[in-house]
């Protein structure tokens, strides 16, 4: 391969000596991955993302942006996800780490969402090839260490003609070191002003011959955990203005509520408002020693529960390469990662429903009748550890071919296995079966001096032995911190009612590809370039969760297996077919075709094809335009998911005040016209959408389809002559995505039921005979409606000429969101630019950098902005509310509160050391920006977007060569 790669190395590096830009990138890459001295330049083939066709001219063909090692050095983040979050094209961060109530395989991952058409619909490659899935279908980049990355390359329209399945909104390609030579060390701590550290540790090691090399890269990260009650616009509740707001009527310090009537539904106890709490202190038993429970006696469940969770990780890759002859190469990465997320949030909210206390138990403060309680589970936060190990292996061979004169074809045959292995070990949820015995029949026992279970002619042993028969007695309401008899903050009791749950999944992913490109034939513009290949795949998936969830014998949301298969076979061409090349108007007219048939073994069949093309009217100008059809298969989740159960969030439209109110169909289930919509406990909703007080039915759909997708770009690159190191570009982008897969909302299913008429939707549909809420639902996936959005992406790149106080460098990229719609059958369009919700889209997204360098000295800074955003307005009016009068589609009322913008500014400053060393500080955040309480919870778990930054970060980096 050394020998017959020259003439093309020196086609590329003429093409690059033309463009500042590409001659900048090139000669970071060579400085970050120098060869040895006196050794012969080679050179990889150079194949741009979104394209399988090796060529000399690289720059700005599509629109990708590059992120360099240096540049990811520049910032102060300490995972991929992190860097590629603050792309202006980003949309909201997909789980984010402060959606603490977030269930399933795929918390604490990292994953990157383009477009705001969600994660799965953004293909990431690891050095061309695919990451590994969950069987939801989304690819963890928290397993790429960050100190093997050489470049990230992303790619910003539709893909599925060159790669497959997923390259909807985009294509994020980590490419990683190679021909690394000697050792480099790096450090980096950091911590928030408020306490809650970082860290990040690395060792990458190279050597190279003329003949092979091998690259080593192991790293160590932790973050900390973030506590809500460690932040000002999480620790007091819903709102740091509003005692006691968002706090739960289901306390810590126990409710009684008293029997329940005929209906099941509870009496009342004997205090007024219904809710007794005990006076602190006193005999639990005495009815007398009862008292309304008050505002500041309810749980604020914000102070157990993390606003983000923990995350270690610990990973190897390693990379090499031998040349077996002059002209082929034999290559391989090998990857482990294990990743550890620690998530807590906080103790069961427990209730009556699972059981009520007995009539013939000791702590029946009215003996005679079984007594409904609620009372959180304060002494047991709920904890989840994940853990995910990754292990990745390719191997492959390339070289070249030479087929006539000056004919030089590549190909590569490849093999990828990524394997990922879940385990999880859950903490805090009642086993069932133990919390109906403890609460059931007890007594005090003289002889033993303490409550038993049973009763005194049937004893049942004393004992947190679950399955051996034995029982300790649970008083739910004895007062957290309270001591005596049934207390909970006894560590046996604690054992016998929260034992530990384990879930266990595995994904592989299994891959065979073959590639071959080059060109046919020289044309009066060029040469006609060709790139073939095939492909196949399978995918596989399991999930198990615990057996207990899995027959519903906990608090825990019920859940069965996740598993299946499927296997496909691709091939695809493409063209480069040059029209025009220096004639006046056009120093460049190419056309790029391309077409991949796709055969999968559970849905069948696809073709997508690409049309690109590049037209340079003139030295420094390029238009280039991209239609693309792309496609997302159905995961082994959608297809082959277990039930799970969820607490939905939702609106009712037949309360009063909504368009279904009085309808024939709503009176038909038996809704009166002045029904109000209830919550948790039953007591009526203040503010919609308003979380279920029943547990809803969740599914997969082995019916699916893929989804079908259009993408259209079209842009400018200008670099004006009259001033050197200045580019511009501006892109246009429009995708429509046909058939998506949408998870169903009980909103959706109510409107099509009681607003749409939709008979067949109803079927699911079952509400209370006694108080008319919705007590059952299912909620599946299907392939429903249109999702579209467009806009426009701007990028601004000028390095100014030298002054004597140093070099400057001004970095500006924005993005603009004019459409996100989505739309489902025989629905009105449900508008999202600008309007918190899920998801959540930013009309613009703004990053202005500016780089000063001199000697030894730099310096970097970065303002990234966000427009402001809309919500619903909360219920409570000392809550702000700009558009009281605002309706929604179907013309119900839906005031509307609008937020303002919000800019978060960082700064690095970083100096070179004289013995081979760089040394930073730095500040994300640096003037302590908050952004606005928004009560909606966008992405998070808290009101506050999931997105901003929750304080000021401090970092010091240290990088030492050797």
């Known amino acids: 391969m050394t020998l017959q790669i020259h003439r093309l190395h020196g086609a590329i590096l003429a093409a690059l000596a033309a463009s500042p830009l590409a001659l900048a990138v090139a000669q970071d890459a ?18 741009v993302t979104g394209s399988r066709i090796p060529r000399a001219e690289i720059e700005n063909e599509q629109p990708i942006i590059t992120i360099s090692r240096a540049q990811i050095e520049e910032q102060g983040f300490n995972s991929v996800a992190d860097i590629l979050q603050n792309l202006t094209s980003s949309g909201s961060p997909a789980i984010s780490r402060s959606m603490a109530l977030s269930s399933g395989e795929d918390v604490g991952g990292y994953f990157v969402d383009l477009r705001n058409l ?32 050489e470049r990230i390359e992303v790619l910003k329209d539709g893909a599925s003609s060159n790669y497959g399945s997923d390259a909807i909104a985009g294509v994020i390609n980590v490419i990683t070191r190679r021909n690394f030579e000697g050792a480099e060390f790096n450090g980096y701590v950091g911590a928030f002003d408020e306490g809650e550290a970082k860290q990040n540790y690395s060792l990458t090691m190279g050597a190279s011959n003329d003949r092979g090399g091998v690259t080593i890269s192991a790293e160590y990260a932790k973050d900390d955990p973030v506590y809500g009650k460690d932040r000002e616009f999480s620790k007091y509740g819903n709102s740091p203005d509003i005692p006691y707001d968002g706090w739960s009527l289901v306390s810590q310090n126990g409710v009684w509520i008293g029997p329940l009537g005929a209906d099941g539904a509870p009496v009342g106890g004997p205090c007024p408002s219904g809710y007794c709490t005990l006076d602190r202190g006193t005999d639990p038993r005495n009815p007398a020693n009862y008292h309304d429970l008050t505002l500041a006696e309810r749980a604020n469940a914000n102070e157990q529960m993390m606003v983000q969770t923990g995350v270690e990780r610990k990973s190897l890759f390693v990379s090499g390469f031998y040349d077996i002859s002059d002209s082929i190469r034999f290559t ?36 005679g009748d079984d007594q409904a309680w609620f009372r959180r589970f304060w002494e047991v936060p709920r904890t989840t550890e994940n853990q995910l190990d990754t292990f990745r292996v390719t191997l492959g061979l390339e070289g070249t071919l030479e087929f006539g004169e000056d004919r030089l074809w590549n190909w590569d045959v490849g093999f990828l296995s990524n394997e990922n292995t879940n385990n999880k070990q859950n903490h805090g949820d009642a086993y069932l079966p133990a919390l109906q ?28 032995a679950l399955g051996a028969g034995e029982c300790i007695p649970f008083n739910p309401l004895l007062p957290f911190g309270e001591a005596g008899d049934g207390s909970l903050a006894n560590p046996t009791l604690q054992q016998f009612l929260f034992p530990e749950y384990h879930d266990h999944g595995t994904t592989r992913t299994t891959d065979y590809t073959a590639n071959l490109a080059g060109t046919l034939f020289s044309l009066p513009a060029g040469d006609l370039g060709l790139a073939v290949g095939v492909e196949h795949r399978r995918e596989q998936g399991r999930f198990v969760p615990d057996a207990v969830n899995q027959v519903g014998q906990s608090t825990g949301l019920p859940a069965t297996t996740t598993a299946g298969s499927y296997d496909l076979d691709e091939a695809y061409v493409e063209l480069e077919i040059p029209v025009l090349a220096d004639v006046p108007g056009a120093r460049e007219l190419t056309f790029n075709v391309a077409s991949r048939y796709s055969d999968y073994s559970n849905f069948g069949n696809t073709v997508n094809n690409k049309f690109q093309m590049r037209w340079r009217p003139m030295d420094g100008l390029l238009v280039r335009a991209t239609y693309a ?107 429509t995505i046909d058939s ?94 600008g309007f918190v919700g899920t998801p959540g889209v930013f009309r613009v997204r703004s990053n202005f950098g500016l780089d000063w360098s001199r000697g030894d000295y730099s310096l970097s800074y970065m303002a990234r902005y966000y427009s402001g ?17 605002h309706v929604d589609v179907y013309g119900n009322p839906q005031p509307q509160n609008r937020t303002g913008s919000n800019v978060f500014h960082d700064l690095q400053f970083a100096v070179k050391l004289p013995w081979n060393a760089t040394a930073s500080l730095g500040a994300n955040n640096i003037f302590d920006h908050m952004g606005p309480q928004m009560y909606s919870q966008p992405n998070s778990s808290f009101a506050y977007y999931g997105g901003f930054d929750i304080g000021r970060f401090w970092y010091l980096k240290y990088q030492q060569r050797f």
């Open 332 to 367: 391989t990465d090998i990857g482990y990662n294990r990743r550890t997320t620690d998530q807590q949030i906080a103790g069961y909210p427990g209730q009556y429903y699972y059981g009520l206390i007995s009539a013939d138990s000791y702590f029946n403060p009215s003996p």
């Open 30 to 47: 060579r400085a970050q991955d120098a060869e040895p001295a006196g050794q012969p330049t080679t050179l990889d083939r150079i194949e």
């Open 869 to 885: 955003m809309k919500e619903e307005c909360a219920s409570d009016p000392r809550k702000p509310c700009s558009d009281p009068d």
């Open 118 to 149: 969600g994660p799965q619909r953004t293909l990431v490659l690891l050095n061309g090839k695919r990451l590994g899935v969950s069987s939801a279908g989304l690819q963890d980049l928290g397993q790429v260490p960050m100190s093997a990355i």
């Open 629 to 735: 059809e792309g496609f997302r298969a159905p995961s082994i989740e959608d297809l082959y998911g277990g039930t799970g159960g969820t607490y939905a969030f939702y609106i009712d439209p037949c309360q009063a005040g909504y368009a279904g109110a009085g309808n024939a169909r709503c009176a038909q289930d038996g809704v009166p016209a002045d029904y109000v919509q209830l919550g948790q406990g039953n007591i009526p909703c203040t503010a919609v959408p308003c979380q279920t007080n029943n547990q809803f039915v969740t599914g997969s759909n082995p019916d699916l389809t893929a989804e079908l997708a259009e993408s259209k770009t079209a842009g400018i690159v200008w670099s004006p002559k009259w001033v050197d190191g200045l580019d511009f570009t501006l892109d246009w982008y429009k995708v």
């Open 437 to 464: 015995a403890a609460i059931g029949p007890s007594f005090y026992n003289a002889e033993t001096g303490r409550v038993e279970c049973g009763t005194a002619a049937d004893p049942i042993a004393y004992g947190g």
């Open 740 to 833: 998506a897969i949408v998870a169903e909302s009980p909103t959706t299913i109510l409107n099509d039921c009681y607003l749409n008429n939709i008979e067949s939707r109803c079927a699911t549909i079952q509400r209370s005979a006694n108080n008319h809420s919705v007590t059952s639902i299912f909620l599946g996936l299907r392939n429903i409606g249109t999702i579209e959005t467009e806009g426009y992406d701007l990028g601004v790149n000028y390095r100014l000429p030298e002054f004597a106080i140093g070099q400057f460098n001004l970095k500006w990229q924005t993005s603009y969101t004019s459409v996100f719609d989505q739309r489902a059958d025989q629905e009105p369009d449900t508008r999202y630019v």
